[in-house]
């Protein structure tokens, strides 16, 4: 797809740096020699539109037979994405989905009421060295899907909207923006988005969201002037009208908003829900362990360990 040509002549510049709302230096945690920087939820910042969870996983190398293995483990309230730039994951969640996960592609899960998922390198990539670098996120689900019934979807890098001119690729992962539209079903409007530029290249943001935030994965970007890095998120003022422009190396960029929730959203270890009452008996669910006649079922053939509730 051609990029949308009513973007390219004007790119205003933000007027000063009072544009950036919030400012999210991730917090960096090492797993067993991995990686993670999650950005959201921030101290002075829970949300960016209807995003409440934001982690940089990697980039991260294995040896042969290494890999990582995230258990069997619960979500309510939200809908999952997994985006990488390198390596894969083998998929396993509850609905009875069974997907590997390729760079450029989505993996969509929508909890709903209850859902249980895993992800794993395969045994075919463990065969040899390996790698591992993407981006999750965690979308908050409105009231009135919160209690749907849980789902999951696939789209590989051909469906996703691509969109390219001169020093700019954007592939849209989740949404609407830039005149285009992903295919992946959202509650919300809302857009989420692979930006990569060249050096001195300019993006203008979507000035159609409410909420509207960039990540800066590698490379950095100018913005009134200013210069920030990769592993640094910015939260923009709405209605601003904002462009970025990509710094001497370039730069690799998540771009993401949308619509705000229409009241707080409690989140407490991997469950999100409008009311504390929703969490209590989601973790209650839990850790009676019933995963033959209760709330939660384990993935199809991932059925032998799980993560227990944190005490």
Not at 70 to 88: C, F, N, S, W
Not at 176 to 181: L, S
Not at 214 to 235: H, K, P
């Amino acid at each position: 797809m051609s990029w949308n040509p009513t973007q390219t002549p004007y790119c205003p510049e933000a007027s000063g740096l009072d544009a950036i709302e919030t400012l999210i230096i991730p917090r960096s945690r090492d797993l067993g020699g991995f990686e993670v920087r999650r950005a959201l939820p921030a101290p002075k910042r829970q949300m960016v539109g209807p995003f409440i969870f934001f982690d940089q996983m990697g980039p991260a190398e294995f040896l042969t037979g290494g890999g990582i293995d995230v258990r069997p483990h619960p979500h309510i309230g939200l809908a999952t994405v997994t985006y990488l730039y390198e390596g894969a994951f083998h998929h396993r969640d509850s609905t009875g989905a069974d997907q590997m996960v390729y760079p450029g592609e989505v993996n969509w899960m929508i909890a709903g009421t209850g859902v249980t998922h895993s992800e794993r390198t395969s045994e075919e990539m463990r065969r040899r060295p390996g790698t591992a670098f993407g981006i999750q996120t965690w979308v908050a689900l409105p009231d009135h899907a919160e209690d749907t019934t849980a789902s999951f979807e696939h789209h590989g890098r051909e469906a996703l909207p691509f969109l390219e001119d001169e020093g700019k690729q954007v592939r849209l992962i989740l949404g609407a923006a830039w005149g285009a539209r992903a295919p992946v079903k959202t509650f919300t409007e809302t857009f989420y988005a692979d930006v990569a530029l060249a050096a001195g290249a300019k993006l203008p943001l979507p000035d159609d969201h409410e909420d509207r935030g960039v990540y800066v994965v590698e490379g950095s970007i100018l913005v009134a002037g200013t210069s920030f890095a990769a592993g640094q998120m910015m939260v923009f003022r709405p209605g601003d009208r904002i462009s970025l422009t990509a710094g001497e190396r370039g730069a690799r960029l998540m771009v993401l908003g949308g619509e705000t929730m229409n009241g707080p959203r409690y989140i407490s270890w991997n469950f999100v829900a409008s009311s504390q009452e929703k969490i209590d008996a989601a973790k209650e669910a839990w850790r009676q362990g019933d995963f033959e006649h209760g709330r939660f079922r384990l993935p199809p053939g991932d059925e032998a360990e799980f993560i227990p509730l944190p005490e």
